[in-house]
């Protein structure tokens, strides 16, 4: 079917729902040195499945997380807790062969019944709920891949059925069921996790992002007030930092929207994702009284520049279009890590990594994702054999060569395109038109400088030049922040780190 749409733009708090129907953390930052058997960057869900599984193993973790617990990457999933990923299967077995997709889907179901034996074991609050979970064919021109993906996977030995029964408000051709996968409450999840892990010799630090990392015999994790010592560590930040840019060129980040929608009625047991594009995933949700539809889609490469407002308003009209929803009450937006070829990254930071290990590339579906790969580098670490490991290997050979490209080909700061220097009297005039939030980027001096002027007139001056690998940062008006194109990290109007790989600040400039 073909896609709804609206002329309004969207409505609601720019914030996720989990974000703000969730409790606040109130770990400490790290002071001083630590020193502790596992070092663990990233309170996301990789970074505390790890720490928890490990800490049960009888090791002693630090997590460090930069923000609070759940404000990265897993507080702005949509929920879902599936081992069913849209058309994954048939995509996998053409790239890889039925074996390795036979893999990836028995780790990721073993993922959704670890987190739920985790619910039930550590008695996490989180709204855990069973559902079945569809990919749905929304014309008959995508229900013959439909079909062959149902197929597939029942051979593969997962919970698959095709299905013409689809308990979606409008309808559709057909769909994959796979039966007894769940959704979660993200942040409440992560939290549990966090609470779990800290005490009895572990720890969980927040507000303290890691700057630093020193392979070797004794692993030494620097912050901006505190060092940890451990003998291993994983980086669990997404996008990682500390292997100079190989995976990031290996794992480009792709960016998704979505908006919550006020709904009548009880939350459907089932969550859904189309195979048709425009792609749309769907969950509904219940939270205090209120019954919310999570809308999601409108992906695209973080480097592509787009009208956020557009991706919002085309999500706001088919929630309200194809499910009768109300107003949005919220919308959000994320960037994934997303594989060249359809794995993640499990294992050495690098090729001669020792003791640092990392998980990346979790393909937008991070829950489950995000929790296999924490089970391998558990027993990895323990020295215990895990059957998913090699598929999943950091260290394995891409699909696609060539791919470091993909960073040096990447906009630079520099010199403006003509040639010609731009003067401070221009420079002042440019500056002094800007109003209320208005942004610009001047090249001048040799330097290239990003202004903003906030609504109340003030202005703020950084560097336009990311401090990760040099790309000039561009402004994302929905959220105000500063994105780099090239890998994804982001910062407010002050130049502050809100998602790496970047581990510095953009440097204030001066103001005309």
């Known amino acids: 079917m073909a896609d709804a749409t609206t002329t309004g733009s969207a409505q609601g708090a720019p914030l996720s729902l989990w974000l703000a129907s969730a409790g606040t953390t109130r770990f400490p930052d790290l002071r001083g040195t630590v020193e502790v058997d596992v070092a663990v960057i990233g309170g996301g869900v990789a970074g505390l499945t790890a720490a928890l599984a490990l ?43 039925a074996v390795a997709a036979g893999v990836y889907g028995t780790a990721n179901q073993a993922a959704v019944e670890h987190i739920a034996h985790l619910v039930a074991a550590e008695d996490i609050s989180c709204g855990f709920r ?10 008959m021109d995508t229900l013959p891949q439909v079909r062959a993906e149902a197929e597939l996977a029942a051979r593969l030995g997962l919970p698959a059925s095709f299905t013409a029964e689809v308990p979606l408000p409008f309808p559709v051709a057909g769909a994959v069921r796979f039966d007894g996968q769940a959704q979660i409450h ?76 006020v709904m009548d009625g009880p939350p459907l047991d089932a969550t859904f994702i189309s195979a048709d594009e425009p792609m749309r995933s769907l969950l509904t949700v219940r939270l205090n009284g209120v019954t ?7 992906g695209h490469p973080a480097a592509e520049h ?54 990346t590339g979790l393909r937008k579906w991070g829950l489950t994702n995000g929790t296999a ?89 950084v560097s336009a030049t990311c401090t990760h690998l040099g790309c000039t940062v561009g402004f994302n008006r929905e ?18 780190v809100i998602q790496g790989p970047a581990t510095e600040d953009l440097p204030p400039r001066p103001t005309p």
């Not at 009895?200 to 007030?225: H, I």
């Not at 790969?373 to 020295?383: F, I």
């Not at 260290?395 to 731009?422: I, M, S, Y």
Request: proline letters at 6%.
């Open 55 to 97: 800490k049960g193993s009888g090791r002693s973790v630090a997590v460090l997380e930069a923000a609070r617990i759940g404000t990265g990457v897993t507080g702005h999933t949509t929920g879902k807790v599936t081992s069913l990923h849209r058309l994954a299967y048939t995509a996998l077995e053409h790239s890889h062969g």
């Open 130 to 139: 069973r559902v079945a979970n569809f990919t749905f064919a929304g014309s």
């Open 186 to 261: 993200a942040v409440e999840y992560l939290q549990g996790l966090a609470a779990r892990v800290d005490g009895g010799g572990s720890f969980v630090f927040e507000g303290t992002r890691a700057v630093g990392l020193q392979d070797g015999p004794q692993v030494k994790v620097t912050a901006n007030d505190g060092t940890v010592l451990a003998a291993d560590a994983i980086v669990a930040t997404n996008v990682p930092f500390g292997d100079h840019g190989r995976l990031e060129a290996l794992c480009p980040p792709h960016r998704s929207y979505i908006v919550a929608a």
């Open 292 to 298: 919310y539809l999570l809308a999601g889609g409108e």
């Open 306 to 359: 787009v009208d956020p407002a557009q991706r919002y308003a085309s999500l706001t009209g088919y929630a309200q279009s194809r499910f009768g929803a109300g107003p949005v009450a919220y919308r959000w937006s994320t960037q994934d890590a997303v594989p060249r070829d359809g794995l993640p990254y499990v294992g050495p930071l690098a090729p001669d990594s020792r003791h640092a290990f990392v998980i």
């Open 373 to 461: 790969a924490a089970l391998m580098l558990t027993d990895l670490l323990n020295g215990t054999p895990n059957e998913w490991a090699p598929l999943f290997g950091s260290n394995r050979a891409p699909l696609h060569p060539g791919t470091r490209a993909a960073v040096d080909g990447q906009p630079k700061a520099g010199a403006r395109p003509d040639g010609q220097e731009t003067g401070p009297d221009d420079v002042a005039r440019q500056v002094a038109d800007l109003g209320p939030g208005a942004v610009k980027v001047i090249d001048a001096a040799g330097t290239s400088t990003a202004y903003y002027r906030g609504q109340a007139g003030e202005l703020h001056a």
């Open 479 to 496: 959220d105000s922040t500063w994105d780099c194109p090239c890998h994804g990290s982001r910062f407010t109007v002050d130049g502050a």
